[in-house]
């Protein structure tokens, strides 16, 4: 992918125009030209972008520092996350205020909102710049994504890790407790996991797991969740 274009509403600077404004027909994105991307991601007011180069430029609401750049300020145009400087980025996954990306070494990352434990850096703290998880016991991740307030990861062994906000079951470890590292599901380690991602549409939120799909949705009046899962 060489060019990039935004459209829709503009507050926090999401769009990555330089303003708040408004948008109803996709622009492309001046501070990203010339810079071959080949992945973005979008939280609830952030974005991303990774180059063919393996850099990653951010902007949007930073209130928790999910762009990764130093602050908490938010950034009307993309920027340069230089705590990446000579790590070479494979993809980037984007939660609602926090953010995630997996090297090409097989490195995870967390920073941002911190307070479930959805980074995987073992607290509840939140982080301006993105930081080494170290608790994988040397497996090497393939692909991140993110929910609200958890994250998925996939290793290249084809094994699921989870850890963040599990008030309802969501992390599939049977239980409710938050998990502050990442840790493997046990549930599917038969399972060679291909590819994860996430999508919340109203009060919905579905994982698609290829090799199996994993539905997890709250049912907001009852509190409740439920896990299925269909082998194919």
């Given at each position: 992918?060489?060019?990039?274009?935004?459209?829709?509403?503009?507050?926090?600077?999401?769009?990555?125009?330089?303003?708040f404004s408004?948008?109803?027909?996709?622009?492309?994105?001046?501070?990203?030209?010339?810079?071959r991307?080949?992945?973005?991601a979008?939280?609830?007011?952030?974005?991303?972008?990774?180059?063919?180069?393996?850099?990653?430029?951010?902007?949007?609401r930073?209130?928790?520092?999910?762009l990764?750049?130093?602050?908490?300020?938010?950034?009307?145009?993309?920027?340069?996350?230089?705590?990446?400087?000579?790590?070479?980025?494979?993809m980037?996954?984007?939660?609602?205020?926090?953010?995630?990306?997996?090297?090409?070494?097989?490195?995870?990352?967390?920073?941002?909102?911190?307070?479930?434990?959805?980074?995987?850096?073992?607290?509840?703290?939140?982080?301006?710049?993105?930081?080494k998880?170290?608790?994988?016991?040397?497996?090497?991740?393939?692909?991140?994504?993110?929910?609200?307030r958890?994250?998925?990861?996939?290793?290249?062994?084809?094994?699921?890790?989870?850890?963040?906000?599990?008030?309802?079951?969501?992390?599939?470890?049977?239980?409710?407790?938050?998990?502050?590292v990442?840790?493997?599901?046990?549930?599917?380690?038969?399972?060679?996991i291909?590819?994860?991602?996430?999508?919340h549409?109203?009060?919905?939120?579905?994982?698609?797991?290829?090799?199996?799909?994993?539905?997890?949705?709250?049912?907001?009046?009852?509190f409740?969740?439920?896990?299925?899962?269909?082998?194919?």
């Amino acid at each position: 992918m060489f060019l990039t274009v935004t459209d829709t509403r503009g507050d926090f600077g999401r769009l990555g125009h330089g303003d708040f404004s408004d948008l109803f027909t996709p622009q492309p994105i001046k501070a990203l030209h010339g810079l071959r991307i080949k992945q973005i991601a979008c939280g609830d007011s952030h974005c991303l972008a990774v180059t063919m180069e393996g850099e990653v430029q951010s902007w949007g609401r930073n209130q928790n520092g999910q762009l990764g750049l130093g602050s908490t300020e938010d950034s009307l145009v993309p920027q340069k996350i230089q705590a990446f400087q000579g790590i070479s980025i494979k993809m980037v996954a984007a939660g609602a205020e926090h953010t995630a990306a997996v090297s090409e070494e097989g490195a995870l990352y967390g920073w941002g909102w911190g307070r479930y434990g959805n980074l995987g850096l073992g607290d509840r703290n939140d982080r301006l710049v993105p930081e080494k998880v170290s608790t994988l016991n040397g497996q090497k991740m393939n692909m991140v994504a993110c929910g609200w307030r958890h994250t998925i990861s996939v290793s290249d062994t084809g094994r699921l890790y989870t850890y963040g906000w599990s008030k309802y079951g969501q992390l599939g470890h049977g239980d409710f407790e938050d998990h502050l590292v990442p840790h493997k599901v046990e549930s599917l380690a038969d399972s060679f996991i291909k590819q994860v991602k996430y999508f919340h549409v109203n009060n919905l939120q579905y994982f698609f797991i290829q090799s199996w799909i994993l539905f997890v949705f709250r049912i907001y009046f009852g509190f409740r969740t439920y896990v299925k899962f269909y082998g194919f």
